[in-house]
């Protein structure tokens, strides 16, 4: 460990993807100094990379971006960033809330590049730990542990006021399924396509009832004229999204309120009525060129895209220069194989859970009665009184925040809470301190 003396800052951050970017964008705005650094064990900033398919677009408005919600006058916000690279008129005349990912991916690397300086790329944290470990009194600092192959023993220390952590969603894989060179999750679509020679794919197999599964399909269809691709969906077919106006009300800032305060019951309802806002359903516009499509082929007599309705996978397995699937049908309770060259599991993610992250400091992290972390409602975590010091949570609370919890929907807001929330927090214990 290296004996140099750690620095400190008011703020270090865990992860730097669209989550923490906004917080950095909403500390570099706050009235209030705020030393901050954020730490990324990626080389860049990186956001659903293996995702960016051409025709893929965003499915929240570009009104709803890094800044805009909580400081509308903000120099980060997507207008401003379309006014600097000059296409704000062509932008206005596509008459289009919806910008492609590709260009929303665009406009995080301009906002990054604003806030660089304060982000540490190829650093990996190890752990969390108390500073002095048996102490009697509340740590006022959390020690970060960042691998480092220049410090001594490879390890430096970073000293925190306060933590948070957004390290993302983790990639969820079909039960009993692992992925390989042939089997991928959607979030490495792109990355793992590429590597395939032109040609090379001639039945490929789509797993998913997502906008993410829709969109890949409709990628492989039209990227690949002369393959055969099978969606396997646990329905018949896709299931429209819920974007009118009233079920969007569900992801506007006053609801966070409504489900934090509501009792479990209600929080169970919310979820029951408005997870076909975003979970398994996919935008009609995707849904009626898919369709369309399997119709063309119909009437052409030349069919490439079968949708393979009521059924899940159970197994896969290499089986020469194949990948085996072995499908279950719901609608006869049977079995049977389908060969392929490549199988895409776009079956979504797990929220993150911060227990990996926190390690030895989870047990002065206090629980709900089903396990979970009881978190306020500024996104902070219920500790014991062995911490004095904040550690926020971006992402993995969904039981307390509600759908909204990992969504770019609230980001501008939920980041402006923490920040202030921060903010507060140092100037109490100034005064505080000036007071003693």
Known sequence: MDTREPETYDVVGIGFGPSNLSLAIALEESP???????LERQSSLGWHRGMLV????????FLKDLATFRNPTSSFSFVSYLHDKGRLARFVNNQDFFPTRRE????LEWAEARVRHLVAYDAEVTALRLPRPGSAAPAEHVRVEVRDPAAPGGIRGVDARNVVISTGLVPRMPVG???????????????NFRRRRPGELKRVAVVGAGQSAAEIVRFLYDSLPDAQVFAILPSYGYSIADDTPFANQVFDPDAVDDFYRGSQRSKDAIWQYHKNTNYSVVDDEVIRDLYQRAYDDEVSGHRRLEFVNLARVVDVKR???DTRVTVHSLAGDTSYDLDVDVLVCATGYDPMDPSEVLGELDAHCLQDENGRHRVGRDYRLATTDALACGIYLQGGTEHSHGLTSSLLSNIAVRSGEIARSIVNGRTAAHEKGVTA
Do not use: G, K, N, R
Request: charge should be negative; avoid cysteine.
């Open 32 to 38: 209030e100094p705020v030393s901050a650094l954020f």
């Open 54 to 61: 051409p025709s893929a677009t965003m499915q929240v408005s």
């Open 104 to 107: 929303f991916h665009d406009y």
């Open 177 to 191: 399924v692992e992925s390989d060179e042939s089997v991928w999750h959607s979030s490495a679509f792109l990355h």
């Open 319 to 321: 089986l020469a220069q």
